[in-house]
């Protein structure tokens, strides 16, 4: 019994990946008429969150590097969402800010994330606090086990 239902478990917990990662790879347009992929909402998200941000810094905080950033940044100019300018601090820096629709899509965004989050606790609202310490601790083995997935994988395509 315990065997099919760990089996069953782990059929679950690949079902709500999967369903996450085609949330991931689904454009949406957080009000607004421009669909946009995760990465994209996640730079306005961090430029909303840090205006006046450079590329440097950006690509740090996304783990990129600063040209898949200055590209990203190209990509969201093009569409009306972000401007780049002369810092106001200093003349050899350049910065990025939103545009009022990039804004737009960084408010609704914000409005969409908290909603998500609300949704996410009403599902574990009612179980008791060992559950959801057993819960966590699971989370996080899990997620201990797939960053030593990824670094094996890592070292071995070198």
Known sequence: MKKE???????????????YNEIEKTPFAYGTDTQL???????????????????TRLALMQGITKGAVSKRIQNLRNRGLVNKAISPVTENEVVITLTDKGNQVFQAHQRYSKELNKSIAQIYTG???????DLEKVGNDTEQLFIKILEERKESAE
Do not use: Q, Y
Not at 37 to 55: D, L
């Open 5 to 19: 239902m760990l089996a069953e478990l782990s059929d679950v917990f690949l079902r709500i990946v999967n369903r």
């Open 37 to 55: 992929h995760v990465s994209e909402i996640h730079t306005i998200e961090m430029i909303g969150n840090k205006p006046n941000i450079n590329v």
């Open 127 to 133: 179980l008791p606090d060992e559950i959801l310490n």
